[in-house]
């Protein structure tokens, strides 16, 4: 008897009676059902809203960053027993990593990435502030918070841990409770990772629901503070793009959609080049990776005319050593497709591709799954085509065999290379394999426009490259056109998708109260404590110093020649000094950074821990030979990353804003210094 997954609703496991049964891609036995239980997805809706919402904004952007990483970490702990379910898919365990550890490692960059990126509280600054008025009493920003809705997460087969999990870490990261709707083909595995992080006890109330099967009247009932997104077909993400309600409520839509990503091989390779057989390995991994159902496989390999020959015969030597079959076994190293319906289709299109191109290499070539039972799942041949004359087969540019199928097509010159990348009409990421700097400085910004993503590849590349299917959760995934128009991952530029933008206008002091992070021109606080003085806790944005004067001398100016080895001639000859814009000798700008630092700093030990940075660093005015300086530091922003030293004393980042100025008050310096402070102590720390 088969279990009955079971959708998590409202905080509860729900479904107990069989519906549509899910087949292993192995060997064709049951190995799950659907349930037959209808959801009321206005219950779950009413639960995100009321329960998750206010439960991930009790907590900031810090604090979530902090749970993103000990579910990383729990689902390390646990992995094993992911891999035991996904074997079901199809998947090797090179397959299953991608997957599941690649899962655990999204919701672990996106938790660095917080801790590191985001401010404390729930609000961002996206400054800097700009002036609005003449006076400098008027000025204007933007600020990101939360959008106070729901994300609604629909994914495809073929990624059913990363799938789900590279969309929830920034969307949780911005506050925003998720409902995830898996592809049912695959789901068990979807429902055994969401599992394990409900038993792990870190996930938020209401902050993550999971439907099992069809989403019902779910997007008729999103609000403008909704987000949809989308990873699917094309055809699926047109459809529902124009949703009534999406349209009505004008809700964000976003699509990661099926595209045919293209690999170019340059003209200045040779088959005698290491880059050709790097070209060669590429499609071949990417055609069996997965057993080619990725959106980021190569579909169509555009190689020089001269060597596309050259380049089958390898490709298919390659292909003919990929042993097919049982995942389990240490030898296998494809797969099988995700389910038999998934099997049809794709013999289907590779049946209309086939209608312009002749087979390289594919089940004609001794195709046999080894493993027991392996008749009955849903393997196909890794399957090489050759179209002769792509500019005239549309098929190879419009139709998708979502498998271990790529098509290679020979051109002549650069210029019909880049025509048919273009016919791709829009694509997730593409490849250039090439030997020349000045072949990858043409050819990239002429497709660029195109493609989401491009890797360039060569030999001194080739050791620590990802590859070219491999989205990184650093790197921007999504592409235009066909692909969908859309965008995930990227950094934090992710998490800002699920945030909203308004720009704020007022005074400089209403402007810092709101966005947390002083600006100048704001009222500032002025005490006879040195703000170096204070623990964390006891400073406020504001609180700021105007050190004493110093008088620049020429012997100032050699000796920080002498110390740093800077002899520039503006710093020590006169006449050429004389003869340059400025006028005069001049002292070297880091002098007076220096200087500044000597002027504003707290000599004795204090709460101040460390500086350990500097942002915005311009030298805006030259310090002549007998100018005065001063500086004014004041504290600008507060990051509480609620981390202890190994004594357990906690700290916090405080970033300052420094203006050094002359004797004219003019701005000759001004930069961002960033320090780490010191909390009070403890009550037991301060007994010690």
Not at 105 to 122: C, D, F, I
Not at 134 to 140: E, L, P, S
Not at 185 to 196: D, G, H, I, K
Request: glycine share 10%; aromatic share 6%; hydrophobic share 40%.
């Amino acid at each position: 008897m088969t279990s009955v997954l079971q959708s998590y609703i409202a905080g509860r496991w729900v479904g107990e009676q069989a519906a549509q049964p899910l087949h292993s891609a192995v060997n064709g036995r049951a190995v799950a059902s659907t349930h037959a239980e209808a959801l009321d997805f206005g219950e779950a809706l009413e639960h995100a809203r009321r329960r998750g919402l206010p439960a991930l904004l009790a907590m900031d952007f810090q604090e979530r960053a902090a749970r993103l990483k000990a579910m990383a970490r729990y689902l390390a702990e646990h992995k094993e027993k992911l891999y035991a379910v996904s074997a079901h898919t199809g998947a090797t365990r090179a397959d299953s990593w991608v997957d599941i550890e690649g899962g655990a490692g999204t919701l672990a960059a996106y938790a660095g990435m917080g801790g590191n990126e985001l401010p404390s509280g729930n609000l961002v600054h996206e400054g800097p502030p700009v002036s609005l008025g003449k006076q400098g009493a008027f000025a204007g920003t933007h600020i990101l918070v939360p959008r106070g809705g729901v994300a609604v997460h629909i994914n495809a087969f073929n990624f059913p841990v990363w799938g789900l999990l590279e969309k929830f870490a920034p969307s949780f990261l911005a506050g925003m409770p998720c409902i995830g709707k898996p592809a049912t083909a695959t789901s068990y595995l979807t429902e055994a990772m969401v599992r394990l992080l409900v038993e792990s006890g870190l996930l938020p109330e209401g902050s993550l629901q999971l439907v099992i099967g069809g989403t019902g009247d779910l997007l008729d009932r999103l609000e403008g503070s909704d987000v949809v997104t989308f990873t699917g077909s094309a055809d699926t993400a047109a459809r529902l793009r124009v949703h009534p309600n999406l349209v009505r409520h004008s809700i964000p839509f976003n699509a990661e959609a099926d595209s045919l990503n293209c690999a170019i091989l340059a003209p200045d390779v040779t088959p005698d080049d290491e880059e050709f057989d790097l070209f060669v390995k590429e499609v071949a991994r990417e055609m069996t990776v997965k057993a080619g159902q990725k959106c980021t496989a190569i579909r169509r390999a555009i190689v020089p005319r001269q060597h596309v020959d050259a380049v089958a015969q390898r490709l298919a030597a390659r292909l003919a050593k990929t042993v097919v079959g049982d995942p389990s076994r240490e030898d296998v190293r494809m797969g099988a497709l995700a389910s038999k319906a998934q099997q049809r289709d794709v013999a289907e299109r590779v049946a209309i591709l086939q209608q312009g191109a002749e087979l390289v290499y594919g089940e004609r070539d001794g195709f046999a799954p080894v493993g027991e039972g392996v008749g009955d799942g849903a393997f196909f041949a890794p399957t090489l085509l050759l179209s002769r004359n792509p500019l005239a087969h549309d098929a190879a540019h419009d139709v998708e065999a979502f498998g271990p199928v790529s098509t290679l097509m020979p051109y002549d010159g650069i210029d019909e290379a880049l025509q048919l990348a273009a016919r791709g009409k829009g694509s997730l990421v593409g490849t250039l394999v090439t030997r020349d700097p000045a072949t990858a400085a043409r050819i990239v910004p002429a497709v660029a426009a195109l493609h989401g993503r491009w890797l360039v590849l060569d030999r001194e590349a080739a050791g620590e490259s990802t590859g070219h299917g491999s989205p990184l959760p650093m790197l921007k995934h999504g592409g235009p056109g066909r692909a969908g128009g859309g965008e995930e991952l990227g950094g934090i530029r992710a998490v800002k998708h699920y945030l909203q933008r308004t720009a704020v206008q007022g005074s400089p002091t209403m402007i810092t109260a709101i966005t947390g992070e002083y600006m100048r021109g704001a009222k500032r606080q002025e005490e006879a404590l040195h703000p170096f003085r204070k623990h964390f806790e006891e400073l406020a944005i504001g609180d700021s110093l105007l050190t004493h004067r110093r008088t620049v001398g020429e012997a100032d100016i050699v000796a920080f020649g002498g110390l740093s080895g800077d002899y520039f001639y503006m710093h020590f000859d006169e006449i050429a000094a004389r003869q340059s814009p400025f006028g005069k000798r001049i002292a070297h700008g880091y002098f007076v950074l220096s200087a500044a630092a000597g002027l504003f700093v707290s000599p004795a030990p204090g709460p101040v821990l460390a500086n350990y940075g500097l942002d915005t660093l311009r030298f805006v005015k030259p310090v002549g030979i007998g100018d005065t300086i001063r500086a004014r530091l004041t504290c600008k922003r507060k990051i509480d990353r609620r981390r202890k030293d190994a004594n357990g004393q906690g700290q916090g980042v405080v970033a300052w804003d420094v203006e050094v100025t002359n004797q004219n008050d003019e701005v000759v310096a001004s930069y961002d210094i960033l320090t780490l402070v010191a909390k009070r102590p403890t009550p037991d720390k301060q007994g010690a």
